[in-house]
Protein backbone atom coordinates (compact mmCIF):
# COMPACT_ATOMS: atom_id res chain seq x y z
CA UNK A 1 0.00 0.00 0.00
CA UNK A 2 1.30 3.54 -0.65
CA UNK A 3 1.17 5.27 2.41
CA UNK A 4 -1.11 8.61 1.98
CA UNK A 5 -4.03 9.46 3.30
CA UNK A 6 -6.47 10.76 0.18
CA UNK A 7 -9.74 11.60 2.28
CA UNK A 8 -11.07 12.36 5.94
CA UNK A 9 -14.81 11.92 6.14
CA UNK A 10 -17.10 13.04 8.75
CA UNK A 11 -20.38 11.70 9.44
CA UNK A 12 -22.19 14.79 10.60
CA UNK A 13 -25.66 14.82 11.80
CA UNK A 14 -26.99 18.37 9.57
CA UNK A 15 -24.90 18.96 6.47
CA UNK A 16 -25.85 22.20 5.56
CA UNK A 17 -24.90 23.20 9.37
CA UNK A 18 -21.94 21.51 9.22
CA UNK A 19 -20.71 22.79 5.68
CA UNK A 20 -21.25 26.25 7.19
CA UNK A 21 -19.15 25.77 10.12
CA UNK A 22 -16.40 24.96 8.04
CA UNK A 23 -16.42 27.24 5.31
CA UNK A 24 -17.83 30.31 6.99
CA UNK A 25 -16.81 29.67 10.61
CA UNK A 26 -13.38 28.03 10.10
CA UNK A 27 -12.57 29.47 6.71
CA UNK A 28 -11.95 26.50 4.71
CA UNK A 29 -12.32 26.48 0.72
CA UNK A 30 -15.14 24.27 -0.03
CA UNK A 31 -14.55 22.72 -3.31
CA UNK A 32 -17.22 21.65 -5.84
CA UNK A 33 -19.50 19.43 -4.39
CA UNK A 34 -22.96 17.22 -4.30
CA UNK A 35 -26.51 18.41 -2.63
CA UNK A 36 -25.40 15.15 -0.42
CA UNK A 37 -21.58 15.51 0.45
CA UNK A 38 -19.63 18.82 0.93
CA UNK A 39 -15.72 18.60 -0.03
CA UNK A 40 -12.82 21.04 1.39
CA UNK A 41 -9.30 21.64 0.20
CA UNK A 42 -6.68 20.33 2.98
CA UNK A 43 -3.82 20.59 0.99
CA UNK A 44 -3.05 17.17 -0.19
CA UNK A 45 -5.94 15.60 1.25
CA UNK A 46 -9.25 16.44 1.40
CA UNK A 47 -12.62 16.88 4.16
CA UNK A 48 -15.23 15.53 3.45
CA UNK A 49 -18.63 16.14 5.42
CA UNK A 50 -21.05 13.28 4.77
CA UNK A 51 -25.08 12.67 6.58
CA UNK A 52 -23.91 10.67 9.14
CA UNK A 53 -26.54 7.86 8.56
CA UNK A 54 -25.77 7.34 5.05
CA UNK A 55 -21.77 6.82 6.21
CA UNK A 56 -23.15 4.23 8.50
CA UNK A 57 -25.22 2.27 5.75
CA UNK A 58 -22.57 2.82 3.34
CA UNK A 59 -19.94 1.17 5.82
CA UNK A 60 -22.69 -1.55 6.68
CA UNK A 61 -22.58 -0.56 10.54
CA UNK A 62 -25.15 1.24 12.85
CA UNK A 63 -24.98 5.26 13.12
CA UNK A 64 -25.84 5.37 16.75
CA UNK A 65 -23.05 5.79 19.37
CA UNK A 66 -21.53 8.44 20.82
CA UNK A 67 -18.50 9.24 23.53
CA UNK A 68 -14.76 9.52 22.47
CA UNK A 69 -14.24 7.85 19.13
CA UNK A 70 -10.62 7.32 20.18
CA UNK A 71 -9.81 9.58 17.01
CA UNK A 72 -8.77 13.23 16.81
CA UNK A 73 -7.87 15.39 13.88
CA UNK A 74 -5.18 17.74 13.90
CA UNK A 75 -3.70 20.77 12.17
CA UNK A 76 -0.43 22.60 12.37
CA UNK A 77 -0.51 26.65 12.57
CA UNK A 78 2.77 29.06 12.42
CA UNK A 79 2.51 30.65 15.96
CA UNK A 80 0.43 30.09 19.29
CA UNK A 81 -0.99 33.31 18.38
CA UNK A 82 -2.76 31.49 15.35
CA UNK A 83 -3.33 28.64 17.45
CA UNK A 84 -5.34 31.03 19.55
CA UNK A 85 -7.49 32.76 17.08
CA UNK A 86 -8.49 29.27 15.15
CA UNK A 87 -9.54 28.52 18.56
CA UNK A 88 -11.98 31.67 19.06
CA UNK A 89 -12.99 31.09 15.04
CA UNK A 90 -14.03 27.87 16.16
CA UNK A 91 -15.78 29.02 19.00
CA UNK A 92 -17.67 31.95 17.52
CA UNK A 93 -18.68 29.34 14.80
CA UNK A 94 -20.39 27.30 17.35
CA UNK A 95 -17.91 24.57 18.16
CA UNK A 96 -16.39 23.83 21.92
CA UNK A 97 -13.30 24.60 22.95
CA UNK A 98 -12.43 21.83 24.99
CA UNK A 99 -8.58 22.56 25.93
CA UNK A 100 -7.33 26.58 24.92
CA UNK A 101 -4.20 27.16 24.16
CA UNK A 102 -1.28 26.07 26.04
CA UNK A 103 2.46 25.21 26.15
CA UNK A 104 3.08 21.35 26.11
CA UNK A 105 5.81 19.25 27.14
CA UNK A 106 6.81 18.56 23.99
CA UNK A 107 7.63 22.16 23.55
CA UNK A 108 4.76 23.92 21.25
CA UNK A 109 1.77 25.03 21.77
CA UNK A 110 -1.83 23.18 21.29
CA UNK A 111 -5.53 23.39 22.17
CA UNK A 112 -8.81 21.48 21.35
CA UNK A 113 -11.88 22.16 20.31
CA UNK A 114 -14.81 20.33 19.40
CA UNK A 115 -17.04 20.83 15.97
CA UNK A 116 -20.36 20.97 15.67
CA UNK A 117 -20.98 16.86 15.54
CA UNK A 118 -18.40 16.42 18.33
CA UNK A 119 -15.17 15.64 16.35
CA UNK A 120 -12.03 16.56 17.97
CA UNK A 121 -9.73 19.19 16.09
CA UNK A 122 -5.96 19.80 17.66
CA UNK A 123 -4.75 23.02 16.82
CA UNK A 124 -1.04 22.86 17.40
CA UNK A 125 2.07 24.98 16.83
CA UNK A 126 4.99 22.91 16.61
CA UNK A 127 8.24 24.70 16.23
CA UNK A 128 9.62 22.33 14.31
CA UNK A 129 6.87 21.39 11.84
CA UNK A 130 7.48 24.44 9.25
CA UNK A 131 11.30 23.79 9.74
CA UNK A 132 13.06 22.55 6.87
CA UNK A 133 14.63 19.67 9.02
CA UNK A 134 11.68 18.36 11.28
Given at each position: MEPQLSFVTLGVHDLARATR???EG???RQLKSLPTV????LGKTRLALYPREQLAADAGIS???S???GVALAHNVRSPQEADELL???SRAGGRVLQPGRKTDWGGYAGYFADLDGFLWEVAWNPKFFSPDP
Amino acid sequence: MEPQLSFVTLGVHDLARATRFYAEGLGLRQLKSLPTVSFFDLGKTRLALYPREQLAADAGISPEGSGFAGVALAHNVRSPQEADELLTSASRAGGRVLQPGRKTDWGGYAGYFADLDGFLWEVAWNPKFFSPDP
